[in-house]
Structures are given as structure tokens and as C-alpha cells.
């Protein structure tokens, strides 16, 4: 009887090629389809929820995959993190009816991005979030977070080879976010969270780095709401570095 399986997984994207399984690189969804598909005595091919880039991190990536393996779902976690990597672990597993699709069936994704200010930022975080030394202006900050926490087109922070633009129909670039804003979690740490019902690539890399603009007096406020009106990814920012990303969590 074939099952279908979703696995819920954290991952350092540190060394890695992203998610994307490619040719001649160590990518997340590679390892773990190896790993399934030793478990399983079977070819495995495993659908992820979506496509992080190289650097960027995970702590509730979610993939799901069919199979006919009557493995239990406690002994397939435990096999697949025997088997992988230390810097990739299955937090858990669940069986789900046959329709469910990690992709497709994902309403909303929250994303964490996290940057520390200050002369000298601490090795312990490096990995993980971006130093930036720059004084900023975290009022007019979250003044821009405010302005696009709804529904825009986000062409001016989609990276090139995002989507087919050759397919008709669909909503382009057209996302909602029902939540954007910046918060300080400590002395010098600080953490933009978005939250929306889907992200172009580099979406977040891309707002962030222009919100950055913005914080550093580059731009002003009026300057970010007419940069996201233009639709022209040549008008905003540059895109913030991958390593202070985090996919934090995926809703259905």
C-alpha cells in the first residue's frame, strides 16, 4: 500500500548548495532522498516545501514523499538521521492522506532574516546572522515593513529565473504579507520576520537589503514606497547576504 509521508526538518545551509538537488554539488534535498532511498530499498523522490539558496538555513522545512516501505515513522527519523549529516536533522515525521504535496499544499511560509550592529559581532553568531556596522534608523525601518505588509507586486525584489514568465494566467507577482516587521532581541541583535502566502526568489533577501538602504539614510521612506511601485528590480537594493536567513516555518 503506497504512503505518503511528510517530514518536517531543520538544516545549516552553511556548506551546502541549497535545497535543490544539482549536478556535481551537496545540496539538502539530495541527502535526504540518498538517505530515504537506503531505507526504503527504493528510488525516493522527495518534494520540498520549497527552494532555499546556498547559505540559507532551515528550522521547519517541510518535504513530503510516497512509498510503499512499511517502515514505522519512529524508526524512519531515527535511520534517516543515523544517516545524515549532523547539520541536517528530521525533527519528525507524519503520515498524511494521499492529496497532501508539501508545495502545493502550503498556504503560508514565515521567514526569519537576522542581522547584529555593533563595532564587533561575536563568532558565535556569524554563521547565522549578518554584521552590519552602520549606524540605521529602525523607525524608518519598520516604516517600510508597514508600508508593503499587504498586498503588492513584488516584482522589484523578485531575482531573475523566479517563475515562467512564458506560462499564462497565475498571479505573477502578486504576493500578500500579512506580517513584516523588526524586532531586537537583544543589546545588538535584531530579527526582520515576514510572513506570506508566498515568496519570489530572493523576495526576502531582496526587501531586506533595500530596507537596509532605507535604515542607512541611502533612501528615504517615500523613496522604498515608490521603489516597490516601479515593479523594477534594477531600482531596489542589492540582496542581503544568505547566511542571516532562516526558513522558520510552513503552514497548511
Known amino acids: 500500500m503506497m504512503r505518503n509521508i511528510k517530514l518536517l526538518i531543520a538544516y545549516d545551509g552553511t556548506s551546502f548548495s541549497g535545497w535543490q538537488k544539482q549536478k556535481n554539488a551537496d545540496t539538502i534535498q539530495q541527502e535526504i532522498e540518498t538517505a530515504l532511498t537506503r531505507i526504503t530499498n527504493a528510488a525516493v523522490t522527495l518534494h520540498g516545501a520549497g527552494r532555499t539558496d546556498a547559505g540559507v538555513h532551515a528550522r521547519g522545512m517541510t518535504a513530503s514523499f510516497q512509498t510503499q ?72 525601518m519598520q516604516e517600510c515593513l508597514d508600508f508593503i505588509c499587504c498586498t503588492h507586486d513584488f516584482a522589484s525584489f523578485e531575482a ?15 504576493r500578500t ?7 531586537q532581541r537583544g543589546e545588538n541583535s535584531y530579527r526582520f520576520t515576514f510572513t506570506g502566502d508566498g515568496f519570489l526568489r530572493h523576495m526576502v533577501r531582496n ?42 516555518k510552513v503552514y497548511y
Open 69 to 140: 516501505s512499511a517502515i514505522p515513522l519512529f524508526q524512519l527519523q531515527k535511520g534517516l538521521n543515523s544517516m545524515l549529516p549532523f547539520s541536517i536533522r528530521i525533527m519528525d515525521a507524519e503520515e498524511m492522506e494521499m492529496n497532501f504535496h508539501a508545495r502545493f499544499s502550503a498556504r503560508a511560509k514565515t521567514y526569519h532574516y537576522s542581522f547584529d550592529t555593533g563595532p564587533v559581532q561575536s563568532p558565535l553568531s556569524r554563521l547565522y546572522s549578518v554584521h552590519i556596522s552602520h549606524p540605521l534608523n529602525l523607525a524608518n
Open 160 to 174: 531573475t529565473g523566479s517563475r515562467d514568465r512564458t506560462i499564462p494566467g497565475g498571479r505573477g507577482s502578486i
Open 177 to 183: 504579507l500579512s506580517r513584516a516587521e523588526l524586532t
Open 207 to 248: 526587501i531586506v537589503g533595500t530596507v537596509l538602504d532605507t535604515g542607512r539614510g541611502k533612501t528615504t521612506v517615500a523613496e522604498f514606497r515608490e521603489i516597490v511601485r516601479k515593479k523594477d528590480r534594477s531600482c531596489a537594493g542589492a540582496t542581503a547576504p544568505a547566511h542571516g536567513l532562516v526558513l522558520h
